[in-house]
């Protein structure tokens, strides 16, 4: 799912399906990066972004966290 940069920060993996880049981007930098990408290269349209099915884990990961599906 993710991997750690050198520094030990979470590195999530990004994909942009136009431009085929798939990379890891250390957490703190993540929006930032994905904001200049989308900026530069997509006139800000929202096509780069989280690998969905990491972006989809987290939401479980949440969603159980937080006991969102459990019964009262």
């Known amino acids: 799912m993710t991997t750690a940069s050198e520094d030990g920060e979470p590195a ?3 994909v942009c399906p ?4 798939e ?6 930098e993540l ?7 989308n900026a530069d290269r997509h ?10 099915d990491v972006a989809d884990s987290l939401a479980d990961l949440v969603v159980a966290d937080l006991g969102l599906l459990e019964d009262e």
């Open 43 to 52: 006139d800000g349209a929202e096509v780069a972004r989280v690998d969905p």
């Open 18 to 21: 136009e431009c085929g880049t």
């Open 12 to 14: 999530v993996p990004i």
């Open 31 to 37: 929006a930032d990066t994905l904001d200049r990408h």
């Open 23 to 28: 990379a890891r981007i250390p957490l703190g």
